[in-house]
């Protein structure tokens, strides 16, 4: 049987980071928690869900944002690439531009991510793939089940992600995007990017011109 899982596609305020809410039964993934904690409580509760986990693509504070406090909050764990560790913290001024509170240094991800299989809430079958070259330790997550596929800031529906913040590498971020496309995932797989519209594979393929292969 299938599993009874859902997923909704957030832009919480300040809108800028696409999150996504996973949820099976009355259990709760976040991925990407942009936003302010409180705000995160209040769709949790609408929801009647209780957190169980947190996962982020990469360590950028626009992906993070609430992450440490939910942490904290529901006493949950929080995944991130370990390669990223160093970046957290980084980049508070992004979050003084939407009003939101700091990023303190000193705070980490509970948990690192490798690239293979992966179950969210114990139930949901994930295939994680290292992507780095936006950020060290960047992560796309993809649900066979469900066909639907997180970048980050890996690709987006029309480009790419920037290279040029630390731990960056235009080369490396070719070759994650080049991994991806040689995946060979099905057409009608959902694609949600860290920021901008959604796609899918097909039109990622036919639209995107930098979702290819990397010249050998
Ligand atoms: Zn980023």
Redesign the pocket.
């Known amino acids: 049987m299938k599993s009874q899982s859902k997923f909704e596609i957030l832009r919480m305020p300040p809108e800028n980071t696409n999150s996504v809410l996973v949820s099976n039964g009355g259990d709760a993934a976040i991925f990407d928690p942009w936003g302010r904690c409180d705000d995160w409580a209040r769709i949790l509760e609408a929801r009647n869900l209780t957190l169980r986990e947190i996962y982020a693509?990469?360590?950028?504070p626009?992906?993070i944002s609430a992450a440490p406090d939910l942490s904290a909050r529901y006493d949950v764990p929080w995944y991130m690439g370990a390669a990223d560790r160093d970046l957290v913290g980084w980049g508070n001024e992004l979050l003084d531009f939407f009003g939101l509170p700091h990023i303190c240094a000193h705070c980490a991800p509970s948990s690192d991510l490798a690239s293979g299989a992966a179950m969210v809430l114990g139930k949901i079958p994930m295939h994680i793939i290292a992507s780095p070259g936006?950020?060290p330790g960047?992560m796309c997550f993809y649900f066979p089940d469900e066909k639907i596929l997180l970048t980050?800031?890996t690709l987006f529906r029309d480009g790419f992600?920037?290279y040029d913040?630390p731990g960056g590498d235009q080369k490396t971020l070719f070759e994650s995007i080049s991994n991806i496309y040689n995946l060979n995932l099905p057409d009608d797989v959902y694609v949600v990017h860290?920021?901008g519209p959604d796609s899918t594979m097909e039109s990622l393929r036919r639209e995107n011109p930098y979702f290819r292969p990397a010249k050998a």
């Open positions: 693509t990469h360590g950028h626009d992906h936006h950020t960047g980050g800031d992600g920037r913040f860290g920021h």
